[in-house]
């Protein structure tokens, strides 16, 4: 499968490995295709990979990921071009996070409104899936959890094949499957989750937690 990445930061450089690892073909898009950081990525990841603008890596994908940051995310979608999304499964993995009052963060749009839907809304002929954004970019791909829990990984979107497509992409990265919270509108709570999950990491002391998830 051909895999787009838009944007070239942890999580598209996680799930880019984990892409080609698994044997797909990965562009990651960048507004700096040939930076110094993506030559290092290109030389340490086993597979086939390239990099190239946030258009040329919309354009390659069968599958899209969008992994850029929240305020970036509706800029990057007009950069990659509308058309070149249509009709293909596009994995949000962003998140509407307010930094500017410092930690844990806020949301710039919430509990009416949420960055999945106005992804979805963008591109009305795109299958849009929110994956991986309460995930730390470190647990996306093989992740280690005690023996005792393996979680599924939270899902939405309004598309039943696309989220089938999505499962099965989680799974080949060694995830137990995904919880399908419903349509894209549960991006509401999807995204809300993270400021609780950032405040729990920093209770506990680790980013490496899964803090939906509380194994019976
Ligand atoms: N880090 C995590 O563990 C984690 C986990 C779950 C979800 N998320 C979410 O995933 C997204 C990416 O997170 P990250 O940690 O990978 O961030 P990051 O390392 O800071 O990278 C952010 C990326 O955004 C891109 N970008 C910024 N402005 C852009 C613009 N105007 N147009 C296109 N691209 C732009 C940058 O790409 P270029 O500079 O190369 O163009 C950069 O690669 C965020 O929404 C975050 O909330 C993060």
Redesign the pocket.
């Known amino acids: 499968m051909k895999v787009g990445i ?9 799930l880019g490995r984990g892409f080609a690892s698994r044997g797909h073909d990965v562009m ?6 040939n ?1 110094e ?2 030559e290092g990525w290109k030389k340490k990841t086993l597979g086939k990979v390239g990099t190239g603008t ?1 258009l040329q890596a919309a354009r390659h994908g069968e599958v899209v990921v ?8 509706e ?2 979608i007009e ?1 990659a071009g509308r058309e070149n999304l249509e009709g293909k499964l596009v994995i949000d ?5 307010e930094m500017s009052e410092g930690l844990p963060p806020g949301l710039f749009v919430g509990v009416t409104d949420s ?1 999945g839907e106005r992804v979805q809304k963008m591109l009305p002929r795109s299958h849009v899936v929110k994956a ?7 647990q ?1 791909v093989d992740p280690k959890f005690p023996a005792s829990s393996s979680p599924p990984m939270m899902i939405c979107g309004n598309d039943a094949k696309a989220k089938t497509q999505v499962d099965g992409i989680v799974r080949s990265f060694g995830w137990s499957g995904t919880l399908d919270l419903g349509g894209i509108e549960m991006s509401r709570w999807m995204e809300a989750f ?1 400021p609780l999950w950032v405040t729990v990491g920093r209770k506990l002391g680790t ?1 490496h937690h899964v803090a939906e998830w509380v194994h019976p």
């Open positions: 838009i944007g070239s930061g942890n999580v598209a450089q996680a990651l898009g960048s507004r700096e295709p930076s950081k993506l946030v969008l992994s850029v940051h929240g305020k970036a995310a800029a990057a950069a993995t962003t998140n509407p996070l960055l991986f954004n309460t995930i730390a970019s470190i996306m993270v980013w």
